[in-house]
């Protein structure tokens, strides 16, 4: 294949766009890569080495011959290597060596997603070696079955949930399958990250305990995609010290990489007025089309299911009307496709009878699907490690291929397509976990308690003084008891099925189709009333309900199959409390704060909107307040440097600006990385223009040197705007979702006594992304300034400051106001050594 293959599809999807419209912000050309093979370790069994040359695999490369290694000979290790970088093997080999040479010996897979775990056990089945008897064990195994796979298999396929409640709760009936546990592979596990990372690495803990009751002491694999620090993370979740293997032996093709930002649309305005960008999902159908016209093998990765269907109509319309013989080619995947669907898609696209799809991140794990020649990502996927997993699937094997990041019209895209070094030459991020978030401590010591009784010694594996601490609330709560020999479970019921490994804790809420009476999915209790009150549209498998009723006492929500062309955004209001300061930095007038928050927050209604954006209407509701402990990084400004003139102090401002936030349902953010993405202009008193041409704020009189210089009236609404593009830009540093935090702003905090932005956590007890805020705090405000000031709005728009799901409707917002802030807060801590 040509060498510019990818530049020559970049000239044609930007074919015909008029050079003012011109959307490419970036441009740059990855080199490719050949492999580094290695013989096959003398310990490797003739027949697995069989197997594997049967299936293509003439010798191993260089990474995985090491990782299985370490494996092999009891080390415990992590596989850190890109996308389809062949991780399955070093975990397979020595497994299969093992069991091949007929040892007495079992292996446990854990996978984040069943279907993962179903790939996995196919392609261990596939190799078909003798002495392995491979078998899955979830949600979905028949009952019939499971006494077979606890006697027989060794090796079993299962996953966190599993585990925890099918498999630790009772593990008296697995006591043979453990006591031969001589290896736990841990797959993608990159994606244990927040809340659920948490509960996954003291589930570990559980897995490891309970092992060693039984006399066993397996080794751990992990494979991850590409992160930092692999060995500490890994070595974090297991709770053992890690080997950590990175370097990636694998071939790779050429990459052509190309930053795209959507043009503003002349015939539509947002809320407030404000300019609006083409869509990138419209953008996206536009590039695939292209691509498929081109005959390339593509792939568009939406974020949610429903625009990844909406993706691939869109492309399907556009060749419709160029050659309708293409529509043919083009489709969409998604989880919730039946096994054999998806089967039949990757097998499509492998052999070129499909050559565009549009897919959610279901096609970014495990899935045996590499060396496209494009690839189209339509916004960023929240963390770099699933940026590179989704770029990884186009251009192997020394072709050259083409990568579109297609940016979204929010503040973290916007700001990603202009500063190409924060996505282009950042080392990924370590997923963020904190097990000692006692909201997650709490119910896993509880079940490892009733499992066995916990010892003194034992409590250093589960965090020491914070296990202790916890310990002594369970004992309070008579669910313990506390004996010189350690801590007993004092019921005969089991804690586990009350404990949601995903979430947070308490009863979910049920969505529940109305006709049907079918259970749709579940929504964590603290964001039903964000995400599930009357009138909201609820998405499932790419379906669209509208709720009818919530009902909180039951736990149940009621919905019915609808498909309207709007969508709604809760409108919340929200207050915050100090519940104690933990950390707390002075910075010459601007102090910086980390600590435990109460947030109460209440829908109060919401609006309907069009996917243009354009706001149809606003509904009250009447719903309870919720109230949300957990952790904040918050910083305060002192009024001198607000004000505009020696003397001239704003006033206190009576009504608080707050934004709404707080939403705790959906993915589970992970890690966060520091990073040196320091704005390259000078980031000092905020006197720089705009990127409009407009000077940031002279609102009359002198200033204090480093001020704002703001008058009082216009304070809530910067921090207002202040705060919406932190919140924006903090999964860049913390690698959450924006969705996992929240913030809230107000020119005057009973607690603090000062103008205060504050962003928190979703989750109870937090996840671990306020701390990599409070760490990041230079980094990330100047990222945040930087994101503004570059944004071509001339007022605030969604690119910038205003955020989807602001309680107040995005008013007041001062987008110069921010932009003078963020430049006297970190003008401030750069001057004070920050
Ligand atoms: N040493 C090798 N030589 C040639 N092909 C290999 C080798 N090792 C693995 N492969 C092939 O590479 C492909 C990717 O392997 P695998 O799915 O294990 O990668 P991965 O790193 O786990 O992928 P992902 O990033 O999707 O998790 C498979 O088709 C596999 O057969």
Redo the contacts with the bound molecule.
């Keep these: 294949m040509d060498e510019s293959r990818g530049r020559r599809l970049l000239g044609r999807v930007t074919a015909g766009i008029p050079a003012r419209e011109d959307p490419v912000t970036h441009v740059a050309d990855l080199p490719g890569r050949s ?1 580094t ?1 290695v013989p096959w370790p003398s310990w490797a069994d003739p027949a697995v080495v069989r197997a594997f040359g049967d ?7 260089a990474h ?1 011959a090491e990782a299985a290694s370490h494996a092999y000979e009891g080390r415990h290790v992590v596989v850190s ?9 070093a975990y397979q080999l020595p497994v299969l060596s093992r069991l091949a040479a007929g040892e007495k010996t079992n292996a446990l897979y854990l996978s984040p997603t069943k279907a993962l775990g179903a790939d996995q056990l196919r392609s261990v089945s596939s190799l078909d070696v003798p002495g392995v008897r491979a078998a899955s064990f979830d949600g979905d195994t028949p009952m019939v079955e499971r006494d077979w796979v606890r006697a027989h298999a060794n090796w079993v396929f299962t996953n966190p949930d599993m585990l925890h409640r099918g498999i630790l709760s009772q593990h008296g009936r697995w006591a043979a399958f453990f006591r031969r546990l001589g290896c736990v592979v841990v797959d ?1 596990c990159h994606s244990y990250r927040g809340v659920f990372g948490s509960h996954v690495a003291l589930l570990l803990r559980r897995l490891r305990r309970v092992a060693e009751h039984y006399g066993a002491s397996p080794v751990f694999v992990l ?1 991850s ?1 590409t992160t930092a620090s692999p060995a500490s993370f890994a070595s974090r979740l297991t709770g053992v010290p890690c080997e950590a293997v990175t370097e990636d032996a ?1 071939p790779r093709g050429a990459r052509t990489v190309v930053l795209w930002e959507p043009p503003l649309l002349e015939e539509l305005t947002g809320e407030n007025g404000a300019p609006v960008r083409r869509s990138a999902g419209a953008e996206t159908s536009r590039i695939l089309a292209d691509l498929v016209v081109e005959g390339a093998r593509s792939l568009a990765f939406i974020r949610s299911r429903r625009g990844a269907e909406l993706a691939a109509l869109g492309t399907r319309r556009i060749l419709s009307e160029v050659d309708p013989a293409l529509t043919e080619t083009v489709a969409a995947y998604r989880s919730g496709y039946l096994p054999e669907e998806r089967r039949a898609l990757e097998a499509a696209l492998l052999s070129g009878r499909l050559l565009g799809v549009a897919t959610t991140n279901a096609l970014e ?4 699907i ?1 060396g496209l020649d494009a690839v189209v990502l339509a916004g960023y996927p929240g963390t770099l490690a699933s940026f590179w ?1 989704q770029a ?1 699937r186009a251009g192997r094997s020394g072709d050259s291929a083409l990568v579109v990041f297609v940016a979204r019209d929010d503040p973290l895209d916007t700001y990603l397509v202009h500063h190409p070094a924060a996505l282009l030459s950042r080392p990924v991020e370590t997923a963020v976990l904190d097990p000692a978030n006692p909201y997650v401590l709490a119910p896993q010591l509880a079940c490892a308690v009733a499992e066995l009784p916990l010892t003194v010694p034992e409590l250093e594996m589960f965090g020491g003084a914070a296990a202790q601490e916890v310990l002594a609330e369970l004992t309070e709560q008579k669910l313990l008891r506390r004996r010189s020999s350690g801590w007993y479970w004092t019921s005969r019921d089991r804690p586990h099925a009350e404990v949601g490994i995903r979430g947070t804790g308490g009863e979910q809420i049920a969505v529940v189709e109305s006709d049907s009476g079918r259970m749709l999915g579940t929504v964590d209790p603290g964001s039903a009333c964000f995400a599930v009150h009357p009138g909201a549209v609820y998405l499932h498998q790419g379906s669209s309900y509208v709720v009818d009723e919530l009902d909180l006492d039951q736990g149940l929500a009621m919905v019915h199959a609808e498909n309207p062309d709007w969508t709604t955004t809760p409108r919340e209001i929200v207050d915050i409390a100090v519940l104690s300061t933990q950390e707390k930095q002075e910075f010459g007038g601007v102090s910086v704060c980390l600590g435990e928050v109460a947030v109460t927050s209440q829908v109060v209604g919401y609006l309907r909107r069009r996917p243009s954006g354009e706001v149809l209407d606003s509904t009250p509701l009447d719903l309870p307040e919720q109230s949300l402990h957990t952790r904040a990084v918050w910083y305060t400004i002192s009024s001198p440097l607000l004000g505009p003139a020696v003397g001239g102090r704003p006033r206190v401002s009576a009504s608080a600006s707050t934004s709404a936030s707080a939403s705790a349902d959906g993915e589970v953010g992970t890690g966060g990385h520091r990073v040196g993405t320091e704005s390259a202009g000078p980031v000092g008193t905020g006197e720089e223009p705009l990127a409009n041409g407009r000077g940031p704020v002279h609102e009359g009189g002198g200033r204090a040197p480093g001020s704002a210089g703001l008058i009082p009236a216009r304070v809530p609404g910067a921090l207002h705007a202040a705060e919406h593009a932190a919140i924006g830009l903090l999964p860049l540093f913390a690698t959450c979702d924006r969705w996992d935090i929240g913030g809230v702003s107000t020119a005057w905090h009973e607690d603090t006594g000062e103008a205060t932005v504050f962003v928190h956590d979703g989750h109870p007890g937090g996840a671990g992304f306020a701390e990599r805020g409070y760490a990041a705090i230079v980094p990330w405000l100047a990222a945040t300034r930087e994101a503004i000031v570059s944004c071509e709005c001339p007022t605030g728009c969604p690119s910038c400051v205003q955020s989807p799901k602001c309680g107040n409707g995005n008013d007041p917002l001062d987008k110069a106001g921010a932009v003078a802030v963020l430049g006297t807060v970190l003008g401030a801590l750069r001057q004070h050594g920050a």
């Design positions: 492999a093979c299936c293509g695999v003439a010798l191993p490369w995985q290597t890109g996308t389809a970088s062949g991780k399955s093997l993608e494979a995609a694998s794990l495990g899935v045996d590499a997993q990884g």
